[in-house]
């Protein structure tokens, strides 16, 4: 195949870009758009779980007398009869090809393990009735004194060598990180402290079971990955994959929590074997505590060396964290440490605890996330220590180039642009670096700000895309929509690949029956998914190429294919642009209804592989051109680095009587590459912005010591930013363009919203107060007690 | 949540007649409060009397003061001008509270008797000697942040009362309208109403089983129209206070005349301090003499791990409560 479809430029957009209203808004706001709980199923029946009081121990009884007799009542379930799966979910010895962030399976045996974890499972004809036989069933237990985190005097620190349950290196050298440090001329040494947090989605997990024989079942499940839910079902129950279709169509938010495969999900499909009938389990409140994971407790401590004029010369990163009994899990929060500056030197290394926790997992830009808010807040100190304006010391220490990988070059980065956008927009030049001089009444008034960055993680997918005659198209892949508008900007990708407009577009997802496309998680589903879009309508771009320059009616007739060229859902050629016709012209005299076009899409590093190899030879990137090498290979592509840039900057005012914060203005300016929906994805930097703030500011779940359970698993004491907490804020984009990482020049914009904001309102809070809070979250009993330190 | 009877009472003593004991019954108005910890088996009533259809209404000013009904909402008193106006404390305390959702809902008598959001008392699997007098207080080396520093005993450090209403209430000599079976009713001034722990933290106020709280009334004062409430919490609304103060001061040619201080937040039970006022009265009205009512406020206030930070936080809430009310004129 000669043609070159994959030249390193971007194709023209129209409908993409475009602040077009969320096609499932309408749907949404009526109450039709069915989340994975609500949708009605023939003789359905309902599940609750109990779970521990106690975080260790074991089960000496479990009386269900009481229980059994409430109305209603179908089946209590319990270690004791509850089906088992064709096979238990691995340890950390096997590789886990179900995708379970945590490895145990509960309700196997009598142990406890965890407060919360699941001890029964009700089955009633009501939701009413399965809550109130829950409540009514009486555990007793052997009680053991639990470990409640790396803190706890009796846990002991070890080495796991591998973080993210062997998914990540839990060392790394660059250089001479100790011999650089040791030498360096300006110093920097500091320990951060992260809380729990939980991701607190407002609609809780929930499953919907309904087995159509004994090895066909159909999950309505809350997941941000159905291919995900689907391949652990398979593994666990043992029954091929197709024989399984997970459906989601809607989810009330995920933020990481959903991106896993977890225990209630298959104790519901098991329960509901064992009752035979439809049986649905929605988690409660508290339970989404202790079910779906959250962001460990951590501490980081960061060196930082650098020159007397302030070049970076050294980072050593060392964090402490909590895990579970059973899995070696850690964000990896040294990655952004290592790549987001010019630094020659870097190490990290990852202490682990074990307690008796469950596996915490990965949550809105894990790692990330708190990794910058340790890196930004020591950028912040080495300004003010080296007397230099901190935004003018992140251009001195500008990275060119990926530092933390060989040195490639980025694919693209625009952060200069977005530091002088934002700084700009925000008023940056009229900060007094001198800081506790700015009063605002009896308020103290601080500027802040911090890069945000976030990597482009290669992904790939499928997708189909059918295109009709009378000028309508369906578009399918399975992807999922958090609520954050996967469905609506699939459908501009869809409306511009096929050049019709989007009213006259369908998207679909959220069903396995679809083509498999990666999960929402990572900031991949957007980029990866418009990447398979775009490539399945090349798929029908060729066979409607085919069609036209055999058809004597078509002004392409007689063309070669490879000449001719599709944008917008023309066809033309290239060398006489004025010649040719629309995809829906050429299908509508064919007789045929309809074309079906499908393809693999890559998003990420496979993408630019695929390119160079497709490119054979003749382009590759501008500065690499493909072909065979000395030795007669094929050449392969050093490659770029991907990653998205930001800046924040944010204004606080800190009482200083009562040590409350609150910010009160927010500019964000980031380079995402290709916007794909100019109002979803602005949502999108907001929300992360927020989240951010929420995790400075407030987010923390308390674990007692002596009991290791929660005491605040509820939204009322575990505080999330309410209106009043957030000013209005102002989020604009650069314009960038990147035609290495997929068909559109798209990158994901779920996470890098986050990334950098605790640093930016903590360098806020330090202009304000001159007081470094290094402890998140920055509750006004900490900030109280920072005013009235004199250090 | 068990299986309940549900009565609506038309007339007083049908409610109160039919209340057998606090334990297996309870009366209901907006519910806010009693259906959330009936949902966390907390409380296990098998009866609920509704009162809302009782004529427990009206927000008037007599001779006497003001009188508030107690099944008004929060949010329609709050909003009242009367109230907004002759009495702002009280509206203040009542519109910084909850959620507009939970203002809308939320009743009066409801209000005073919300119980603790101590998070032991609120999760069963915990022990707590409030909810199940004997069986310890995990809160003394556990969560408590946002337990109290003032009144508490060895069996229990809560907040009693967490709320907002209750503080400017019993700031301003408040006194609530009872009402037995018999059809009898007295009336108890809110600072005689609640009871500190001691040895018997589950006893938290003078109600007797079959009282139901008709209303309340406040006497009028130059310090209750020239009153206030202040509060601090961690996040900008939708939170409990970690430290509130209700203030009323009649300053005359610079002098204080007469004061009124209640602190939220930080006693076992709404704090009215005598102490503070006193050092108030007479004085004139300064910094100097609001930080010295201030420490008095807080003098033998006894920390725990994580909330010795209220002791200097709630004095500045009062100094800030009464700079700011001295400042109106
Ligand atoms: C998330 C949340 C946040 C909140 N935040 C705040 C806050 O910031 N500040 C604040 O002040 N409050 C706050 N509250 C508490 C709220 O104000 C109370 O729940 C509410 O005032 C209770 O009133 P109700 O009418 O709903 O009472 P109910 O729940 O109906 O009753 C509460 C109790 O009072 C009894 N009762 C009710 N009426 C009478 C009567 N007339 N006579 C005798 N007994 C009666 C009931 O039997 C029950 O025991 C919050 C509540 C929630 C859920
Ligand atoms: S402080 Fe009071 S309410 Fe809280 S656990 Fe102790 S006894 Fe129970």
């Known amino acids: 195949m000669e043609t070159n479809f994959f030249e390193p430029t971007l194709p023209p957009v129209n409908a993409v870009g475009k602040p077009m209203d969320r096609v499932d808004g309408r749907a949404k706001v009526m109450g039709a758009a069915r989340y994975s709980a609500e949708y009605p199923v023939n003789g359905l029946v309902h599940g609750v779980l109990k779970t521990s009081d106690i975080a260790k121990g074991k089960i000496t009884n479990i009386d269900t007398a009481a229980a059994a007799k409430e109305p209603g009542v179908i089946s209590i379930l319990t270690y004791q009869n509850i089906p088992k799966p064709a096979k238990v979910p691995s340890t950390l010895k096997e590789e886990k090809k179900w995708q379970a962030a945590q490895s145990y399976l509960p309700m196997q045996d009598a142990e406890i393990h965890y407060a919360g974890e699941p001890v029964a499972l009700v089955v009633a004809d009501t939701l009413e009735r399965a809550t109130q036989a829950a409540a009514l069933i009486k555990v007793s237990y052997q009680v053991e004194k639990p470990i409640d985190s790396y803190h706890d005097p009796k846990a002991d620190l070890f080495d796991p060598q591998k973080i993210q349950n062997g998914k990540t290196d839990g060392h790394k050298v660059r250089g001479n990180p100790e011999t650089a440090y040791a030498s360096a001329p300006v110093k920097h040494e500091a320990t951060y402290v992260h809380a729990i947090n939980h991701h607190n989605p407002m609609e809780p997990a929930a499953t919907t ?24 079902l398979a593994n666990l129950l043992g029954i091929p994959r197709d024989q399984i279709r997970i459906i989601t169509h809607h989810l009330g938010g995920g933020f990481g929590c959903k991106g896993s495969f977890w225990p209630h999900t298959i104790l519901t499909v098991l329960a509901a074997r064992a009752v035979n009938r439809p049986l649905r389990l929605v988690l409660t409140r508290p339970q989404m505590y202790t079910s779906v994971g959250h962001r460990e407790d951590q501490e980081q401590t960061l060196k930082i060396g650098a020159t007397q004029e302030g070049k970076l010369v050294s980072m050593i990163h060392e964090k402490k964290s909590t895990t579970s009994p059973w899995d070696n899990y850690a964000e990896s929060n040294s990655k952004v440490v290592n790549m987001l500056y010019a630094c020659p030197n870097f190490s990290a290394r990852y202490e682990l605890a074990r307690a008796n926790v469950m596996t915490s997992v990965w949550m809105r830009a894990p790692g990330e996330a708190p990794g910058s808010f340790a890196l930004e807040s020591s950028m912040d100190d080495l300004a003010h220590q080296l007397n230099m304006d901190p935004l003018q010391f992140r251009l001195l220490n500008y990275a060119d180039k990926d530092y933390s990988d060989n040195e490639k070059p980025w694919s693209s980065k625009s952060l200069k642009e977005c530091y002088a956008r934002g700084a700009e927009l925000f008023g940056w030049s009229k900060r007094n670096p001198k800081p506790g001089q700015t009063r605002r009444g009896k308020k103290l008034v601080g500027m802040g700000m911090a890069t945000a960055t976030y990597p482009v993680h290669s992904s790939q997918g499928t997708a189909r895309v059918r295109l009709f005659a009378d000028g309508h198209a369906v578009v399918q892949s399975g992807a999922t929509d958090l609520g954050t508008g996967t469905w609506t900007v699939m459908t501009q990708v869809g409306a511009d690949a096929l050049g019709l407009p989007p009213e006259k577009v369908r998207f679909e997802l959220g069903d396995t029956r679809l083509p498999t496309a990666p999960g929402s998680g990572g900031s991949q589903a957007a980029g990866t998914v418009s990447s398979s879009i775009m490539a399945a309508a090349e798929d029908l771009w060729k066979k409607v190429i085919d069609m036209a320059v055999g058809d004597k009616k078509s002004p392409l007739y007689k063309a070669k294919p490879t000449d001719v060229k599709v944008e917008l859902g023309r066809m033309f050629l290239k060398k006489n642009p004025q010649k040719g016709e629309t995809l829906v012209a050429a299908l509508s005299r064919s007789g045929m209804t309809d074309i079906e076009g499908m393809a693999m899409g890559k998003y990420g590093s496979g993408y630019e592989e695929k390119h160079f190899a497709a490119a054979g030879g003749a382009a590759g990137s501008p500065e690499e051109p493909g072909g065979k090498n000395e030795k007669g290979e094929e050449k392969k592509p050093s490659g770029h680095s991907m990653h998205s840039f930001g800046a924040h900057f944010c204004e606080v005012e800190v009482d200083p009587d009562f040590g409350t914060i609150r910010v009160t203005r927010w500019v964000g300016v980031h380079g995402v590459g290709q916007v794909l929906n100019l109002k979803t994805a602005t949502s999108q930097l907001y929300g992360g912005a927020i989240f951010g703030i929420g995790s400075a500011l407030m987010e923390e779940t308390f674990r007692d010591p002596n009991y290791a359970r929660y005491t605040n698993h509820n939204l009322a004491e575990y505080h999330i930013p309410v209106n009043a907490d957030i000013p209005d804020m102002k989020i604009e984009f650069v314009p960038e363009k990147d035609p290495y990482i997929n068909a559109l020049g798209v990158k994901g914009i779920g996470e890098i919203g986050i990334v950098g904001v605790a640093a930016a309102v903590a360098n806020a809070v330090y202009n304000a107060t001159g007081k470094r809070m290094r402890s998140l979250p920055m509750t006004p009993d900490k900030m109280l007690q920072a005013l009235r330190t004199s250090a | 949540m068990n299986n309940f009877s549900y009565l609506q009472a038309t007339k007083a003593k049908e409610a109160t007649g039919a209340k057998r004991d606090d334990k297996s019954s309870a009366f209901i108005a907006g519910g806010t409060t009693l259906i959330d910890l009936m949902k966390l088996n907390v409380e296990n009533h098998d009866q609920l009397i509704d009162v809302n259809m009782l004529p427990f209404k009206g927000i008037e000013q007599s001779n006497d003061g003001l009188r508030i009904g107690a099944l008004e909402r929060m949010s329609d008193v709050g909003e009242h001008k009367l109230i907004v106006e002759q009495y702002p404390a009280i509206s203040q305390s009542l519109l910084l509270a909850a959620s507009a959702q939970l203002r809308n809902m939320a009743s009066i008598g ?54 907002d209403l209750s503080v400017a209430l019993i700031a301003l000599d408040a006194v609530l309208t009872l009402e037995n079976a018999k059809g009898k009713q007295r009336r108890v001034p809110i600072s005689e109403f609640y009871r500190l722990p001691g040895k018997t933290p589950h006893i938290e106020n003078t109600l007797e089983a079959d009282e139901l709280i008709v209303a309340v009334t406040v006497p009028k004062a130059e310090h209750a129209r020239k009153s206030l409430y202040m509060k601090v919490r961690d996040r900008a609304s939708y939170a409990y206070a970690l430290t509130s103060a209700a203030v009323g001061l009649d300053v005359q040619g610079g002098t204080i005349r007469s004061a009124r201080v209640a602190l939220g937040g930080v006693g076992a039970q709404p704090w009215r301090s005598k102490e503070a006022e006193q050092m108030l009265v007479g004085k004139p009205a300064n910094e100097s003499t609001f930080r010295a009512a201030a420490a008095a406020a807080v003098r033998g206030a006894q920390p725990y791990e994580h909330n010795a930070f209220k002791i200097e936080m709630v004095q500045n809430t009062l100094v800030r409560a009464l700079t700011e009310v001295a400042a109106k004129g």
């Open chain 2, 110 to 163: 409801g209000n005073i008797l919300q119980r603790t959001r101590c998070p032991y008392f609120r999760d069963t699997a915990f022990p707590c000697n409030k909810r199940e007098p004997g069986t310890g207080c995990p809160a003394k080396e556990g969560d408590n942040r946002n337990l109290a520093i003032l009144g508490t005993s060895d069996a229990c450090i809560a907040t009693s009362y967490p709320g």
């Open chain 1, 209 to 232: 079971a309904v087995w159509e024989g004994s090895d066909r079942l159909t999950v309505y499940e809350s997941t941000q990955n159905i291919t995900m839910s689907q391949g652990s």
